[in-house]
């Protein structure tokens, strides 16, 4: 009887071969267990319920396998569907479109909004229709991203909520600071500079944060290796900031739709170069460049427009010469390029060994 | 977005007494195996690689949770994973009861009706 019962448990241990690996090594050992203890359970009743268990066992297996090999199937084409449809070659035209689709999405804004104005049809009908597929497209990117652990192309998506946490925190840091002064700076420049530190310094902490997220949760992980082997991939989530940064320095112009579109085409061309660019130093470089020559155009369109008096004239400067108007614009860049070379600062950071070996390559 | 109940409802028979077995506590796969026996009055009787295909199917649907048996030991030759109901579990259990208790009401006063 001893000896049946042995033939039976290694019997039943070869049927386990059937089902599918990854299930076989996730429940094989369960199912052998649970297996025997019903088997030795059942031999203490009789022969007939041992044979009424072993055939129970022996009619319900090759379904079950059947099903096991059909989820399997099933689990492994929606991973693979998902990933290859997100999974883009690095420096590829997907990758590159994946990466500019924020600057593209935000600089057609001014367009829609313009047609929209045009077309008397129904009041704010194209702008509502063009915020809901924004948004659409912008947490559905965000989900993909996130799920992807953080691609490459995924980092101006990262950048884009950045200067509305950073402005978050500047307005907590001033209702919390009662009596809030800036420093008495005679000079209009440097007391503009201390304000728009207030302003945008929040984006240096909110840089560590996320690196530090990247380290304590296990799942971003390879976005921290991806850092530490290029550098430059913060300095690109900082470029993500711009498009929300540039509706900012607008407000209170009218008609800036022309210069909002070349800003964001200018940096949607940056991206695109620095996906298609392996040094790390020329990568930085042309962030750099279409960051300075983004918010140049900014600042040519914020002298122009206030030039032809098309300037809110409630704003406190409409007195003043034109080159006022466009310091902002100029300080917040000044800013923007100092706070675009704290990667550096983490480059410069002792790297572990065991990354160095793991060469995780960078890619999307 | 939360997941309604009744969409997993109805239950079929050996999953209802699965979920019920789990409803007392975490439980090693035999254990389960012997419960839904002994609840059934031994009408549903599970093999082992019917009880696992149920038992991935309730872990896919997210109705069960499949625990370690660290902090609790089952003991010499018994499973070291346990099963334990979800909190989306519960309430789908409790919404299968309570669909069944509509329909004895109903068969039960259609019968009086009858005079069966």
Redesign the interface.
Known sequence: MKSDLQFLHRFYSLLLNLYPGTYREEYGEELQTVFILSIDDATKTGKFETAKVVLGELISLPMAVFFEHLRERRKAKMIKNFNSRFDFAPGSRKEVLAAVAPFLLFGAIPILVGLSGRLNTRPYFLEELLSMFMLASMISLLTVGFFRSIPRWFMPYLGLPLPILSLYIFNGLVDEWDGYSLPDLSSRFLRGFVQDGLLWGPLIPLILLLVVFSVIIPRFRPFYRQLRNDWTLLSFILYGAAPVMALVWFEGYINYGPFVVLMFLILAAGGWLYLRNDVPWRKFLILIGGMTLSMLTAAVGQAVLYESSQYNSRRPYTNLPWWNTVDQTVIAWMWLVLIMFLPLVINLLPRPRSSLQAGEPVSG | MPVEPLSYLPLTEPTFYILLSLASGRK???AI??DVKDLSGERV?L???????AV?RLL?QDLIERLDGDDDDPGP?????SYALTELGRRVLEAEMVRLQGMVKEARLRLREDGV
């Open positions: 090693h796969g035999y195996l012997k009787n093999s082992t690689s019917t009880l696992y295909t991935g896919d030759g018994l499973p070291r994973k």
